[in-house]
């Protein structure tokens, strides 16, 4: 587990005193596609580090709407922060989009350990800072940019750049509700863009044609800033490394 967990920036700068003490509390949760991690309003008592597949974060309205916050993939960790709260409960349901692996971290021995050291508390005010500066940037998008802006801007972000074929990573209607957009204004938006000859969206297959068409389109978006997963990516551990790590 520890190796695992090494994956994880977050815990790749830790002692190996300090793995050995997470591990000891820590729990490997396999999961199949679609079965559910936690629910919206249970007690947040745990954060969790993907080792493999997808986890998709997500709110529902009252009126059973689903907004996706975030898909997780490995190396990344969620619902951290809340372990600084008092009686804290998740603000979003947990589901696998894959099958998946996660490890359960115990969140109160976690915060016993924070304070005993100095340096493993810079380290989560990292995570803590560069999930603002994600969370700041989506706001901007979500006021100011287009929806066609945001949707061409993740096309060229997704994009490799020494090949114009590329898959989608989840499904179109998880990725428009990621992007706050309609699916079927998702639908329009790649059809506009396709009848413009500058992408062609197959089932999952996505194949750019007029790549620098694609950043017009995108416009602002494609300034270089932090991706969609800055709000759930911590920053590179070296940054943080510990004395003698």
Known sequence: ??????????????????????????????????????????????????????????RLSPNGNEKVVEIVTPGCTFAEALMFLQHPTYPVSAQALTAAEVISVD??????????????????????????????????ELSLYSATCRVAGYLAEASPPDRDEF?????????????????????????????????????????IHDRQRLHEVANICSQPQETLQASFLYPGASQYKQPGG
Request: glycine fraction near 6%; aromatic fraction near 6%; proline fraction near 3%.
């Open 107 to 140: 969140a109160h021995d976690f915060t016993v350990m924070l304070r005993e050291s100095t340096e493993t508390c810079f380290l989560l005010l990292g995570d803590l800072s560069q999930r603002i500066r994600g969370l700041l940037r989506e706001i901007d």
């Open 1 to 58: 587990m520890k190796a695992l967990l090494k994956q994880g920036p977050l815990f790749a700068a830790l002692s190996d005193e300090q793995l050995d003490r997470i591990t000891q509390h820590a729990r490997q949760i396999r999961l199949e596609a679609g079965e559910s991690l936690f629910e919206q309003g249970e007690p947040a008592e745990r954060f969790y580090l993907v080792t493999s597949g997808q986890i998709k974060l997500f």
């Open 167 to 207: 898959e989608l990573p989840v499904a179109k209607q998880i990725l428009a509700s990621r992007l706050s957009v309609k699916p079927e204004t998702f639908s329009r938006i790649i059809k506009n863009l396709s009848e413009s000859g500058v992408v062609t969206v197959k089932n999952s297959r996505v194949t």
